[in-house]
């Protein structure tokens, strides 16, 4: 159970941006982007240990839908179709305490494997 409760989820007319804010006052502006490369889904941190993998050309993927999951998570569709994912509040509060270090190290990743943000290719 988190600690910290949501007060409002905001998607930008963009549609390129999640603002989060909670209940302690904090608010947190997360990119698109960052939620897809980092969604906590099955496809993308696979079913176990090492199994992770680098999803490449997402930099303009857009939001399209937010759902509540009980009253714990949303889950959030973008319009490459995946919408998999469970955010918990505090999977999206430690996005937004540590979202710049999470997105540096997928960067990194993607320069180990040759991939771009801007240049879709089958994850790995």
């Known amino acids: 159970m988190s600690e910290f409760w949501p007060t409002e989820l905001r ?5 390129h941006r999640l603002t989060v804010t909670f209940d302690d006052g904090a ?5 698109a982007e960052l939620l897809r490369v ?7 941190q696979g079913h176990g240990p090492g199994q992770r993998v ?3 050309g997402k930099r303009n ?9 009980g009253n714990y998570a949303v889950r959030i569709g973008f319009d490459d179709f995946h919408d998999t994912g469970i955010y918990t509040w505090t999977y999206l509060r430690e996005l937004g305490e540590k979202g710049g270090e999470l997105f540096g190290a997928y960067e990194q990743e993607l320069a180990d494997k040759g991939m771009s943000r801007d240049k879709s290719e089958k994850p790995r």
């Open 61 to 69: 993927v857009q939001i399209i839908s937010v759902q509540p999951t």
């Open 11 to 15: 998607v930008s007319k963009d549609r």
């Open 54 to 56: 680098t999803v490449p």
């Open 27 to 31: 608010s947190f502006d997360l990119s």
């Open 38 to 44: 980092l969604s906590p889904s099955a496809e993308v």
